[in-house]
């Protein structure tokens, strides 16, 4: 199987994953006394090796009392902190007691390991027989290695360098692994000092008391004081015996007796596990001169699903033991349990500690050793949950990000985790320790998101420091009114004299409270020296395809109209300038001069070799030539109505408006309704209907031809992106086509069998979407670049854009809809940090011909335990960036490569938990309740259209839903994973939300069951693109009336779309919550109401997750697999 990771997006090559800053400091490796400094290179995790559990040792991180603390700690004052020992041989981590001396044990200091070097990506060998009885693979057979992701470190090439400016050929994953920036960082950027930041200090000094290693966990150290020592963390090893995990088996569910309930009550469990972060190639894309890149150096979610239900289902038909489990603890609590995670840290009973102590007596043992059989109190996040037993473990209402644990002032001022959040709230010391914790590291953004509340400065000086021009933010720290030190790279550096006077309170020499440093989230309009040319005036392009297939479609008639609606709503000023294309097997052209009587149209048949037939005049300015456009626009639909041309030169049309578009930039807009057939670009079918529910690999997930991806490039260069709006009931090769939109940071809008008769939801959504589309703010020629604090590496982007340099998103249009992911390494250890940060900054062209730079900061603690790792998981995030990592390996290696990847995933963090953070080893599958619905979502994902095998699935369809998941912000990407379901025939105004004088009603979120449908109800499915209002066959008549507007069952019409607007109370209800669904997301769902009968039942019922399909396991035999796996 392959054991290479991810093809470059922008080609690959060899080159050195981005490092923020150069290698550590020599001050900070100046030994200090009584402290040595080792510099062990810590094996890089590989989950693609084969792996044998080591088998657990005795008492493996004793789950131990949390001992409470005076609140100068972190958390919010009041909660216990824990400290987590481990067995003898095991590295201690462990929080200090307030009082003690510093025991100097040798600190380890990890040097970057690049890892292992890979060979290259091979052709998967055939998986090993499994027989239907067993998941065990034959163990005669020589065992392949499992595919899974080396996360974390930039893995080796694939390739052979290329040449900078050449793009490659060939198949292309849609995602960046930066290549070592051509150019030197700048000199200055060596000057780092690696003192702590001086804002989050409490006093170092401690009176006498035992000496306790102390651990950066949540103790703030002065700066300048030695880095709180940490013993070193026993590396782990895996050794090679392991049987490869393979995919999940097909046959019938195993014979395996599910575990009893542990008696006696439950354990106090310790820290849950790090994400991970996949192994990718870091390659040197063809890289175009960076246009932004000097300047840049030279100037300064959705909630997701909860706690366990209110009552216990069961599985039918499954053993005893899983049926009669017990009510989870807190089933009944209306409080999520993230909720009170991040609401009350700590507030668990203490609960009796039941496992004598192994070895020596509690007078040889540490102090914390010895406190934990007096009391135990566990965070939320890390109580144990057996997933075989605790059947509903999805909250009744949608999950809330995790808090991250840092002290109450920093918390209040972080960036909201819609925008900008980690997989891991907590951020492991070293590489060694996230390799351990086996869950990916990476950020997820949402960086132009329409926001209610945004501070926006106008200053002639953006204060930026002067090393790594980081700007300004609230996790500075500073050392006097004059000085401060910078957050990521610890330089300090002065205040300038304006940065003195603070405009909002009018007063002075009060720099700290400058809306800069009060704001995680601000955007700046730029000075002059922030632009290489005057601004770019807002310039739409729009290129329609009016052959004969389209004009049957109907699309053109909803386009203009949609267009005479929303002319005057186009973002921009009076410089804004549009232009018009249509195009068959020639290429039409339409000279709007101002003073011509009528729109004119030039026609160009040489579409081998295109020209401007006019260049002056096929892009005006809107407010001198709008009655043109608008006669233009009420005359197009029924030009071509009589059209019989049925062939597509879409290359060449696409060539022609790059033409057009390259000396000012702008905005491209291509509607498309079948395959291009002639010309450059000319595509043929590669799909095959018989292999469409193929239970081998899926072929053609890769373009066809790498002319789109070029031409995306030449737009990119000139600041033009390219969106498609693809309408066909036919396939049209997204794989192929979507890379006019990926490269050239644009969007992809997919409306299948649209037609404007047969399909009337198609035409709803797409009439909703362009009003969105033609009306949400954009920024032109914008480039964003994260950077990270020292010791921190970005190694792979995710999203729709072209990196220009090794840290540098080139997005010629940004938009409020696209969402970006990274995944990041730990390149050198964190030992001597409390906190890290990251921050995000985006420099943009407004509509209105502003430069704003727009700056997200998240501040993170570090942590050197485990379980403190696995308490910060953010289950959604690592589910959202396993999912882009996923889509890459299933276009570089194989489909069933990336599914058996994103199980090993699974077994892998709950193999980490279990070997290393839960004390006592009980019977079950364990979970720490922050990862509870992890299998759940990685099932979800192996059942989700882009990786499904098994079902019938178009290639188009699957390749659509693969770019959504890389292309969407978390909270709209995971309505797509995990669809969302609600009884809606009983909904009442309790609990409900009071939005704009409208009352909303909140149901509780069900599981994904067909066990939890009652064919006397009506359930709503929320599956993000899509709503399906399901009606039970015994549905009361009450609700047929009142919402349907029908007598009985029968008469529910077979396509139905949309809710009738009845004055019942039941209507008003209904309407409201589907609108409020609506309303959270910036694209339109469709509406199905689907009986026992329709057609679209079996689209409703492949969302059920937890059922057992043909080719697909139950949830309980997902779990069940993953079980069997772990104790192997």
Known sequence: MSTAGFNSQNGTGTGQAYANGPSQNPVALQQLPGVSY?????????????????????????????????PVSSYQPGPPLSSYPTSPGQALLTRPPMGGPLSHTPPQSASPSPGPRLPPAQATPPPPAVSSSSYYSNPQQPQPMAPAWQYNTAPPPLVPPTSMNTPLRGPVANHVNPAASSTAPPPSSAAYSSAPPAHVSHSATQPPGPRMPPTS????????????????????????????????????????????????????????PPPKADGTVAGNGPQAPNSYNHVDNKMAGLPQPGPPGRHLG?????????????????????????????????????????????????????PSLAAMSLQSSTPEAL????????????????????TPCLPQDLQKINCNPEVFRSTLTSIPQTQSLLNKAKMPLGLLLHPFK?????????????????SCRTYINPFVSFLDQRRWKCNLCYRVNDVPEEFMYNPVSRSYGEPHKRPEVQNATIEFIAPSEYMLRPPQPAVYLFVLDVSHNAVETGYLNVFCQSMLDNINALPGDSRTKVGFITFDSTIHFYNLQEGLSQPQMLIVSDIEDIFLPTPDSLLVNLNECKELVQDLLKSLPTLFEKTMETQSALG?????????????????????????????????????????ASAKDIQHLSPATDFYKKLALDCSGQQVAVDLFLLSAQYCDLASLGCISRYSAGSIYYYPSYHHQHNPSQVECFQKDLKRYLTRKIGF?????????????????????????????????????????????????????????FQAALLYTSSKGERRIRVHTLCLPVVNSLSDIFAGADVQAITGLLACMAVDRSVTASLSDARDAMTNAAIDSLTSYRQSVLTIQQPGLLSPACLRLFPMFILALLKQKSFRTGTSTRLDDRVFAMCQLKYQPLAYAMLMIHPALYRVDDLTDEGALNISERTIPQPRLLQLSVEKLSRDGAFLMDAGTVMYLWIGRNCHPNFLTQVLGVPNYAAVPDNLYMLPELDTAESQRTRAFIGWLRDQRPFFPSLHVIRDESQRKASFMQNMIEDRTESALSYYEFLLHLQQQISK
Do not use: W
Not at 43 to 55: F, R, V
Not at 228 to 248: E, F, L, V
Not at 670 to 683: I, R
């Open 383 to 402: 109580r144990v949950v057996n997933l075989l037993q605790e059947r509903n473990l999805l909250p009744p209402s949608p999950i809330p990000a995790p």
């Open 652 to 692: 060449s049309a696409l060539q022609a408006a790059f033409k057009l578009l390259s000396p000012t930039g702008g905005r491209m807009s291509v509607f498309q309704t079948q395959l291009p057939n002639l010309g450059v670009g000319a595509l043929q079918s590669r799909e095959d209907p018989n292999q469409r």
């Open 781 to 837: 020629e914008a480039v964003m670049r994260i950077r990270c604090t020292k010791g921190l590496s970005i190694h792979t982007f995710h999203g729709n854009f072209f990196v220009r340099s090794t840290d540098l998103l080139s997005l010629p249009n940004v938009n409020p809809d696209a969402g970006f992911a990274v995944q990041m390494s730990i390149e050198e250890n964190l030992d001597d940090m409390q906190v890290v940060s």
């Open 38 to 70: 080792s510099m062990t290179h810590q094996p890089t995790y590989n989950p693609m090796q084969a792996k044998a559990p080591s088998p657990p040792g005795p008492g493996l991180y004793p789950s131990g009392p949390y001992q409470p603390v005076p």
């Open 314 to 366: 069961h599985y039918p038909s499954l053993p005893p033991g899983y049926q009669n489990a017990s009510t989870p603890h807190n089933a009944t609590s209306p409080v999520h349990p993230a909720m009170q995670a991040a609401t009350q840290p700590y507030t668990q009973a203490p609960q009796p500690y039941q496992q004598p102590p192994v070895g020596p007596g509690p007078a040889q043992l540490s």
């Open 217 to 272: 966990v949540h103790g703030y150290t002065q700066p300048g004081a030695a880095p709180p020592p940490m013993n070193p963390i026993a590396p782990h090893t895996y050794q090679p015996s392991r049987a490869p995990y393979g995919p999940p088996p097909t046959g019938p569910p195993p014979t395996m007796k599910p575990t009893p309930p542990p008696s006696g009550p439950p354990m106090a469990n310790a820290t849950p």
């Open 450 to 466: 329409d926001l209610s509340q945004l501070p926006v400065v106008t200053s002639s000086t953006i204060v930026r420091c002067r």
